[in-house]
């Protein structure tokens, strides 16, 4: 299990910054948004499907992978850039980020329920 989620990680945490060394600053937004609402899609999905995997599975995925991917830390130093400028324009990107992540989880887990349906004894 250890193991999973440090893969996991290492490979979450590779994208996420190959990812946001390419992304140029948008402004409004902090440069994680797209990555962020990314991995709460992910996790949705793998929610949908985590009594068909194995335990292992969801702690390399959830756990590891998004949780590298997806990160708290570079969210709160971008908004406080972003507050340094304007704390209205801080809160708005924190609010907006945050309620989308949770449309995308939402989203996420509806489509895994929409082509991964629960099995009749589930």
């Given at each position: ?28 937004l ?35 992978f ?8 570079s ?48």
């Amino acid at each position: 299990m250890f193991g999973a989620v440090f893969i996991g990680g290492a490979v979450g945490s590779l994208l996420r910054e190959l990812f946001s060394v390419s992304i140029p600053h948008a402004g409004f937004l902090t440069q994680t948004f797209g990555i962020n609402i990314v991995a709460c899609f992910i996790l949705g999905w793998l929610y949908s499907v985590r009594n068909r995997v194995h335990a292992h599975v969801l702690h390399l995925g959830a756990v590891g992978f998004c949780g590298g991917l997806s990160t708290f830390s570079s969210f709160v130093s971008e908004l406080e850039r972003l507050a340094l400028s304007n704390i209205w324009v801080a809160a708005s990107a924190a609010a907006l980020e945050i309620a989308a992540g949770l449309a995308a989880a939402i989203l996420g887990e509806a489509i895994g329920r929409r082509f991964h349906p629960p099995r009749a004894t589930e």
